[in-house]
């Protein structure tokens, strides 16, 4: 059935708003961002705004979700055949880059409050589950496949595959400076490099878990 034009024009619209937000998350973080910065930074005005979005809540919690969506997209647009271990892989690296070409260097938007909110609905938790359940799934059949070391724990190893996925959100990870900028103690680090990070941490993932 074919959607109508304006209805696409209003997802288009929503989009938008949503790709917005989550930059201005990623440079604020829930507090500092307001709905009135956010209509500016989008285009639109304050009352189409929250024709859209009723709450900042839920905007937030819109914003979230429309982050899942963006992951599943990308790695179902890509139909390459791939062993469970080699999809385990690809997704991380996936989500990573993501995180890298949306501001992943930026402080880290989710601050206690949003993890309050989050904990409170029901839909995001249930989404949450769901992709967990799809790592220990992808997990286990890699040891069936004998390709994943069957002495590890998959829950423990989907916790540890959504701690690398994290990895560059770290406090710690933010301490470290580029090179041209003094750190902690008049330390010096050399600047990270996206795609290496990206590279490196699903190189760890993959060589830790295959089977010897």
């Given at each position: 059935?074919?959607?109508?034009?304006?209805?696409?024009?209003?997802?288009?619209?929503r989009?938008?708003?949503?790709?917005?937000?989550?930059?201005?998350?990623?440079?604020?973080?829930?507090?500092?961002?307001?709905?009135?910065?956010?209509?500016?930074r989008?285009?639109?005005?304050?009352?189409?705004?929250?024709?859209?979005?009723?709450?900042?809540?839920?905007?937030?919690?819109?914003?979230?979700?429309?982050?899942?969506?963006?992951?599943?997209?990308?790695?179902?647009?890509?139909?390459?055949?791939?062993?469970?271990?080699?999809?385990?892989?690809?997704?991380?690296?996936?989500?990573i880059?993501?995180?890298?070409?949306?501001?992943?260097?930026?402080?880290?938007?989710?601050?206690?409050?949003?993890?309050?909110?989050?904990?409170?609905?029901?839909?995001?938790?249930?989404?949450?589950?769901q992709?967990?359940?799809?790592?220990?799934?992808?997990?286990?059949?890699?040891?069936?496949?004998?390709?994943?070391?069957?002495?590890?724990?998959?829950?423990?190893?989907?916790?540890?595959?959504?701690?690398?996925?994290?990895?560059?959100?770290?406090?710690?990870?933010?301490?470290?400076?580029?090179l041209?900028?003094?750190?902690?103690?008049?330390?010096?680090?050399?600047?990270?490099?996206?795609?290496?990070?990206?590279?490196?941490?699903?190189?760890?993932?993959?060589?830790?878990?295959?089977?010897?």
């Amino acid at each position: 059935m074919t959607v109508p034009l304006r209805e696409r024009r209003r997802q288009l619209l929503r989009d938008e708003i949503l790709q917005a937000a989550a930059a201005l998350l990623n440079e604020k973080g829930y507090a500092a961002m307001s709905m009135d910065e956010l209509a500016g930074r989008a285009g639109i005005s304050k009352p189409t705004l929250y024709q859209l979005f009723a709450t900042k809540e839920d905007l937030l919690l819109a914003a979230v979700m429309h982050g899942f969506d963006e992951v599943e997209q990308a790695v179902a647009s890509d139909p390459t055949p791939r062993t469970p271990l080699q999809q385990l892989t690809f997704i991380l690296r996936t989500v990573i880059r993501m995180q890298i070409e949306g501001g992943a260097l930026a402080p880290r938007p989710w601050s206690p409050e949003v993890f309050q909110i989050i904990r409170q609905r029901e839909e995001v938790l249930a989404r949450l589950r769901q992709i967990d359940a799809a790592v220990i799934e992808l997990v286990s059949a890699g040891m069936r496949a004998g390709e994943i070391d069957a002495r590890l724990d998959p829950a423990t190893v989907a916790r540890a595959f959504f701690a690398l996925v994290n990895t560059l959100h770290s406090p710690f990870a933010r301490l470290v400076l580029p090179l041209d900028q003094a750190g902690p103690a008049g330390c010096q680090a050399p600047p990270l490099q996206p795609e290496a990070a990206a590279e490196t941490l699903a190189m760890i993932f993959e060589q830790g878990l295959r089977a010897r």
